[in-house]
């Protein structure tokens, strides 16, 4: 690291954590080591999959860019253990999203003795002029993917007038995908049938800026089985309405849907909200367009044929 970004980088010297996350209180005991294992590095630590995915996009390989989402965990709801308390310590920034869903990573950082880490919240990109939100998952509309992007790599950039110049080229380089991403979504809108049922509430955004509409949820709780009135009132709207089409989720088992399609005969489709996975650079890209594919194939039958901009 340079004497230009040493000055404006929080340099973690001493920072190994050894500890236990009990009920969610965490109970740290701190032992000396120099996150030697980062190779002098700098370490951004993120949160959700798909802001790993786009902020490896940013840096090169002076960069160690970790997610703290432990394998396979719901970011619904996590236990960090140490080895994400360690990666936590290590790090001279935290990219996280907010909106209630991730704000485990701030009792990680306070358990990491780590307070003064530059951490920016993609949160504060995520809104339209006069919005306020509340449901989290901004990330499936790739509008509002575009403008984090944009405000996280302009606050990564600001860490370090010396890599500054190598971030917005990065950035620069990755955005037209992105851009092509939300151009393509359009074709959502001119779609003759566009509501749907999804498994949780994980679509808003998705839905409301680019003309489809939630026409119902079936897990109002993530993850917490629907009450016999929730199912029945979704059974109902499937049974009024036979254009509406029911998704259900990659990688998300639940029995409740496949009973859900079985009792009014509808096709389960899928929909992957990126909440698992592994975080690879181009997983974001890749799955928001197989949704689209899913999407315009299913709204759209014969005509959901998808413009390719890759
Ligand atoms: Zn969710």
New binding site residues.
Partial sequence: MNNGTASLFRIVGVCAVIGAVIFGAIKIANKPDDCASYGGKIVIATTIVPLTSVVKTMVDDSFVVESVLPSGA???EVTLSPREIHTLACAQAVVSLGLG?DTWVDKGIHAAGNDAVRHIRAEQFAALPGEQLSN??VWLSPRRMLHMYNGIAGALATFSPTRSTLIEAHAAAFRPQLEALDADYAALGKLPQRDIITL???FTYMAGDYGLTIAGVIEEV?EDTPTPQQVAHIISILSTHPRVALFGETDVSAAIITVIAQDTGRTLHTLN?L?VGAADTDIYVRTMRSNLTELLQTLGGAQGALPNSN
């Fill in positions: 719901d970011p619904h869903l989290p998952h949780h509430d994980a993530p909200s909440e």
